[in-house]
């Protein structure tokens, strides 16, 4: 839990470094869940394809434990469902 915490907390200071960050949700399990809900009503697209394919990546590497690689999956889905 703490290496989570940590992890989420240095995403969050990367991540407002940058000027994209107020459409950038912090990588939490809540967050992952309900980015995938909403992945579900959006129509399919190339975007939408490489976003499941990092989401998948990132359930993986959440449930080995490896929760930095997951952060990384998950804002790469972030991106991928911002393109157009």
């Not at 703490?2 to 992890?7: A, R, S, W």
């Not at 394919?53 to 999956?73: F, L, Q, R, V, W």
Request: proline share 4%; hydrophobic share 45%; with cysteine.
């Amino acid at each position: 839990m703490k290496i989570l915490l940590t992890t989420a907390a240095f995403v969050a200071f990367t991540l407002s470094l940058s000027p994209a960050s107020a459409a950038m949700m912090a990588c939490t399990s809540d967050n992952m869940m309900k980015t995938a809900a909403t992945m579900g009503g959006t129509p399919d697209t190339p975007a939408k394809m490489a976003a499941n394919k990092e989401m998948a990546m990132a359930n993986t590497d959440m449930s080995n434990g490896k929760m930095k690689s997951a952060c990384m999956h998950y804002m790469k889905s972030q991106k991928a469902m911002s393109m157009k």
